[in-house]
């Protein structure tokens, strides 16, 4: 009865702020939860849970050593926590840039989209029935400028027949990734962070475990194209999915570059128009 009374008061006594305060803090635990869902972190999680949940059990029942254990490694703990998920932390706080202050570097100009994604898999058909090599970087939201400095630029417009002739065997630029910046290749011959996951497949080259490690980092959608095989696969957000055909590879890949010309404008745009509008006021 006293626990409701609690409730009840609190309740009672909660302002607009309050609200606020926990809606904030219940999505920032949302957001942080589904980011680190499916990855190693998991288990890690559901082991912390179990550590956080026999805190008052041990004290209910009176398991004086228990108790003392985790209680007094728990301040330690919080520091052994930050070092373990360094990487999904890293992440998320790459997301929340991402989604609010984040500079586009996407296409939005959905003609242009649309002939950008055909010259890329023209060039991705022709060079896996040819199975040459290739590793193709489409950059999203967050900027691959340091990637782009680890290879030559280029700032040429996107096309078939330069994909083709930058991945052509023994040619200074083909064993590495390009990077394509709206409707212009940025740079090839770049060198990508190799993925930290243990648990994929040994089968996967090292193009694949690149496209996995910047995916990990970025928004960055990957395609490559295996050069034993000539299999294409695209990878995106940590997420391989291999065989695509011609007509599923455009279809999925104007399906995601699509979503960003739709999604809602980001508040360092709003602030850059509101500055645009109060010069013209003033002037």
Same mark, same amino acid.
């Given at each position: 009865?006293?626990?409701?009374?609690?409730?009840?008061?609190? @309740? &009672?006594?909660?302002?607009?702020?309050?609200?606020?305060?926990?809606?904030?803090?219940?999505?920032?635990?949302?957001?942080?939860?589904?980011?680190?869902?499916?990855?190693?972190?998991?288990?890690?999680?559901?082991?912390?849970?179990? !550590?956080?949940?026999?805190?008052?059990?041990?004290?209910?029942?009176?398991?004086?050593?228990?108790?003392?254990?985790?209680? =007094?490694?728990?301040?330690?703990?919080?520091?052994?926590? #930050?070092?373990?998920?360094?990487?999904?932390?890293?992440?998320?706080?790459?997301?929340?840039? =991402?989604?609010?202050?984040?500079?586009?570097?996407?296409?939005?100009?959905?003609?242009?989209?649309?002939?950008? #994604?055909?010259?890329?898999?023209?060039?991705?058909?022709?060079?896996? +029935?040819?199975?040459?090599?290739?590793?193709?970087?489409?950059? +999203?939201?967050?900027?691959?400028?340091?990637?782009?400095?680890?290879?030559?630029?280029?700032?040429?417009?996107?096309?078939?027949?330069?994909?083709?002739?930058?991945?052509?065997?023994? *040619?200074?630029?083909?064993?590495?990734? *390009?990077?394509?910046?709206?409707?212009?290749?940025?740079?090839?011959?770049?060198?990508?962070?190799?993925?930290?996951?243990?648990?994929?497949?040994?089968?996967?080259?090292? =193009?694949?475990?690149?496209?996995?490690?910047?995916?990990?980092?970025?928004?960055?959608?990957?395609? !490559? @194209?295996?050069?034993?095989?000539?299999?294409?696969?695209?990878?995106?957000?940590?997420?391989?999915?291999?065989?695509?055909?011609?007509?599923?590879?455009?279809?999925?890949?104007?399906?995601?570059?699509?979503?960003?010309?739709?999604? &809602? !404008?980001?508040?360092?745009?709003?602030?850059? +128009?509101?500055? #645009?509008?109060?010069?013209?006021?003033?002037?």
């Amino acid at each position: 009865m006293e626990t409701i009374n609690i409730i009840m008061n609190t @309740v &009672k006594n909660m302002t607009i702020s309050s609200v606020v305060d926990i809606l904030i803090v219940a999505y920032l635990i949302y957001r942080a939860y589904k980011l680190i869902l499916e990855t190693r972190a998991e288990l890690l999680l559901r082991g912390i849970v179990l !550590i956080l949940l026999l805190i008052p059990i041990s004290y209910i029942f009176n398991l004086t050593m228990v108790y003392t254990i985790i209680s =007094r490694t728990i301040t330690i703990g919080l520091l052994t926590l #930050v070092i373990i998920f360094q990487p999904e932390i890293r992440r998320i706080l790459e997301h929340l840039g =991402r989604s609010a202050f984040s500079e586009r570097r996407v296409l939005r100009d959905s003609d242009v989209l649309l002939k950008v #994604v055909h010259e890329i898999v023209e060039a991705m058909d022709h060079m896996s +029935q040819s199975k040459t090599g290739a590793l193709i970087v489409m950059e +999203q939201d967050t900027g691959l400028e340091d990637i782009n400095e680890t290879g030559t630029k280029i700032d040429a417009v996107v096309s078939t027949a330069l994909l083709e002739n930058i991945f052509v065997a023994n *040619t200074p630029l083909h064993d590495g990734a *390009t990077v394509i910046r709206g409707d212009r290749i940025a740079a090839s011959g770049c060198v990508l962070p190799l993925t930290t996951n243990k648990d994929i497949s040994k089968s996967l080259g090292t =193009r694949h475990r690149a496209a996995l490690g910047l995916s990990e980092v970025s928004d960055a959608v990957v395609l !490559i @194209v295996s050069e034993e095989t000539g299999t294409v696969s695209l990878v995106l957000n940590g997420k391989l999915v291999r065989n695509y055909d011609k007509e599923r590879l455009e279809k999925i890949l104007v399906k995601i570059l699509s979503s960003k010309i739709k999604k &809602k !404008i980001t508040w360092k745009e709003r602030v850059d +128009q509101w500055l #645009v509008k109060k010069d013209r006021t003033s002037s």
